[in-house]
């Protein structure tokens, strides 16, 4: 942790739509010993209840939507260009499956907080729980494609504890 320095969500400088949409995320849940990590290009960074939170997406059939369930805590990890093979990898394959860690040699640490992330992250974002819905497929307006419907997300609302940028 000593390559990365505290800042508040406010300061956080690139794009946001960026950064989620085009760049890719990892959501990781649970602890050093037992945690999966997954690739996410959906979610939000905002304020909610007067919190800085962000909502990310995650499927019940995804590995890591049962470590979002049991865990009161998760990060989104972003990464350099350098990596999007790594977010290919972990956005394709199931922790269920595959070591996720071997197969793309990022390294996880805990944060000073104790949630999961890596050494290789540009920015970490740690966040607890809040709030969390499931989508509703009665309320999807047109736009929506039929298989999510299938396999509605899971929203997780999280309150930002730290954001943390490489050095």
């Not at 990781?28 to 990310?56: E, H, P, R």
Request: contains cysteine.
């Amino acid at each position: 942790m000593q390559n990365y320095k505290i800042i508040k969500p406010e300061d956080i400088q690139e794009n946001t739509f960026s950064l989620i949409g085009k760049d890719w995320m990892l959501i990781t849940a649970g602890s050093l010993d037992n945690f999966n990590t997954m690739t996410a290009s959906w979610g939000t960074l905002g304020v909610l209840w007067s919190k800085k939170i962000c909502i990310c997406f995650v499927r019940p059939s995804r590995y890591t939507y049962e470590f979002m369930e049991r865990e009161n805590s998760f990060s989104l990890s972003f990464f350099g260009d350098e990596y999007r093979q790594a977010l290919n990898f972990c956005g394709s394959n199931s922790g269920r499956d595959v070591d996720k860690i071997k197969a793309t040699g990022l390294t996880p640490f805990e944060t000073e907080n104790g949630i999961v992330s890596f050494e290789q992250a540009k920015l970490i974002i740690t966040c607890n729980k809040i709030y969390t819905q499931n989508l509703d497929p009665e309320n999807y307006i047109g736009i929506m494609n039929p298989d999510f419907k299938n396999d509605c997300h899971k929203m997780y609302f999280g309150e930002i504890r730290s954001c943390m940028i490489k050095e």
